[in-house]
């Protein structure tokens, strides 16, 4: 359950699982070389229900819950992406702009807001130029901008609470304006989990922060993933380069999980399996992956793969001839179990 209005967060939890698919890229000949993609074209009208007691529907501070779907009317006809975050929700418009709503307590949002009524009312964030991507986790967002460049807003959560999002000197800080993420060369795709954040660069490299404690970074050892390992905070927040034989060129990211197609059209992930979600099994599965590893499940079928959309303890894969893939648990009608 959300925490009720203006109220703080206890430490991360099992909530709706987010995730942010990557972008579309073009590869050129020699060398990998991804082009920073262009902001989806097609424009519409966002559709909102559910839960609404800290905003996140953008339907007004009076509407607590709606049953049935409703137009967010606020945002206009002109919005080409949405993603929902644990409490807030991210928009972006065919300029280019990002706007935001929902909770605040860190940050979530990029903007200041002075009470309730500001934080359920959409509302553009400051960026130094037009984004063309947008990802939500539980208290973070990101964007991606035509530039190539990264900027991320909020907090990340572990076991123990906030963990925040830049180091400042020994700990971790909110951030509640954006804040440029430096990979050090040029970005052309983002994915949110809950509490972590996956960039593609150009190059084909793969970038994590966040939230490490279910392998979900695919660069620390069980025993480093903690804020309470040697080089604490330092090794979450500063966003590093994971090691993979073949460079990417697709990243996702579930709840607790990483997901990579390679440039051999390998399927890649870490993090937690304790279903088989990951679609790592037999002598390689464990509850969690901390480094990156085939997913056999994945190769066995021999699809080309287009798309992952992974929750917290299930996920979907669509491969090329537009085939819908499940694996994970699949109580609560996540999936069809019976395989019909």
């Known amino acids: 359950m959300p925490a009720a ?54 339907l007004g501070e009076d509407v607590i819950e709606a049953t049935k779907f409703k137009y967010v009317t606020a945002l206009g006809d002109k919005i080409v992406d949405v993603y929902a975050g644990g409490m807030h929700t991210i928009a972006l418009d065919s300029s280019g702009k990002v706007w935001t709503f929902g909770c605040n307590d860190e940050g979530a949002l990029g903007r200041a807001t002075s009470g309730d009524g500001e934080e359920g009312a959409p509302a553009a964030v400051a960026l130094p130029a037009p984004a063309v991507a947008v990802a939500a986790g539980d208290s ?9 460049d990264v900027y991320a807003w909020g907090a990340f959560r572990d076991s123990h609470g906030s963990m925040g999002l830049v180091v400042r000197g020994r700990e971790g800080k909110s951030c509640r304006e954006p804040v440029h993420v430096d990979i050090g060369e040029t970005a052309v795709a983002i994915a949110s989990g809950g509490d972590h954040l996956v960039i593609l660069s150009s190059s084909g490299g793969v970038y994590t922060m966040g939230c490490g404690e279910q392998g979900q970074l695919g660069r620390l050892s069980q025993r480093s993933a903690t804020r309470d390992a040697r080089q604490g905070f330092s090794a979450l927040l500063v966003p590093s380069k994971v090691t993979l034989k073949a460079g990417g060129s697709r990243v996702w990211a579930g709840y607790h999980a990483t997901f990579v197609l390679d440039t051999n059209d390998k399927m890649f992930a870490w993090g937690l399996n304790n279903y088989g979600q990951l679609g790592i099994t037999g002598e390689k599965r464990k509850t969690a992956i901390f480094t990156p590893t085939e ?25 090329a001839a537009g085939r819908v893939y499940a694996i994970g648990r699949c109580e609560y009608g996540r999936y069809d179990c019976t395989g019909t």
Do not use: M, Y
């Open 140 to 148: 973070h967002s990101a964007a991606l901008l035509d530039t190539g």
């Open 295 to 319: 997913c056999d499940a994945f190769s066995r079928l021999s699809s080309t793969w287009r798309s992952v959309a992974a929750g917290q303890h299930h996920s979907l894969a669509l491969d």
């Open 5 to 58: 209005r203006g109220t703080k967060r206890a430490a991360s939890k099992s909530s709706a699982a987010t995730a942010a698919t990557g972008a579309k890229n073009k590869k050129k000949r020699g060398a990998i070389q991804w082009e920073i993609p262009s902001a989806p074209k097609k424009r519409g009208r966002v559709l909102a229900c559910g839960q609404g007691d800290v905003g996140q529907l953008g």
